[in-house]
């Protein structure tokens, strides 16, 4: 397989995967409740497009800095032994908007769920239980230089083994099935329709990275 092919491996099928959320999401949009409200003088769809933006920028850029390195050595060619801390600085930038885009488009777009407001605050504070322990055991086990992918860049981590401790004893995939419920909060506490619908697009397109992104290079550097 040529590197070309190696890089674009199943991004046809993140880009239809992407189209069918963006399309489902557009029908959702219609909903009552969807587009009312704003914070800081902007539209609540103005923040709804803003925090889109900002996720699949965010995944397209994790692609991009992947594949480019571990099939080319792109980055290493050009930013040497920074390589990592420089792609590490962007993913940072982008991953620490994801919770605060969707927590003021919660804001913006509150109370139109209608739900009792004491149920959706417990809720949504439950939800953040999983979220810190997750950042406990990245901490504590796994490491944030592994969860941001280092082993794309340094191939002495690739000889490691799985994390099985803290909450990966639950998935080994714990970062995806666990983490986004820290974006799911902001959207119960405030019930906001827009950021409920927003952090279930999130959700569902970060499975889109896995199986199209992350598996193949996993199967790849790991191992099947």
């Not at 539209?43 to 803003?50: D, E, G, I, P």
Request: glycine share 6%.
């Amino acid at each position: 397989m040529g590197k070309a092919n190696l890089i674009f491996e199943k991004q046809f099928w993140h880009l239809l995967g992407l189209g069918i959320l963006l399309y489902l999401l557009s029908i959702a949009g219609q909903m009552e409740g969807f587009r009312e409200g704003e914070a800081l003088g902007i539209s609540t769809l103005a923040w709804f497009s803003l925090a889109m933006g900002n996720t699949i920028a965010h995944q397209v850029y994790v692609w991009f800095c992947w594949r480019m390195q571990f099939h080319t050595k792109l980055l290493t060619r050009l930013f040497g032994k920074a390589a990592f801390r420089f792609y590490a600085a962007g993913f940072t930038v982008l991953i620490v908007l994801r919770p605060i885009l969707i927590t003021i488009l919660a804001i913006a777009n509150r109370d139109t769920v209608q739900a009792n407001p004491l149920y959706m605050k417990v809720t949504a504070l439950f939800l953040l239980i999983p979220a810190s322990y997750l950042g406990y055991s990245i901490a504590r086990y796994f490491s944030f230089v592994r969860a941001f992918g280092i082993d794309h860049f340094d191939e002495s981590y690739r000889s490691m083994p799985l994390v099985r401790q803290g909450i990966f004893r639950f998935t080994p995939n714990a970062m995806y099935v666990f983490g986004f419920t820290l974006l799911w909060a902001p959207a119960v506490f405030f019930s906001s329709v827009a950021a409920l619908f927003f952090a279930l697009f999130s959700h569902l397109y970060i499975w889109v990275h896995y199986f199209c992104t992350e598996k193949p290079d996993m199967e790849k550097i790991y191992g099947r």
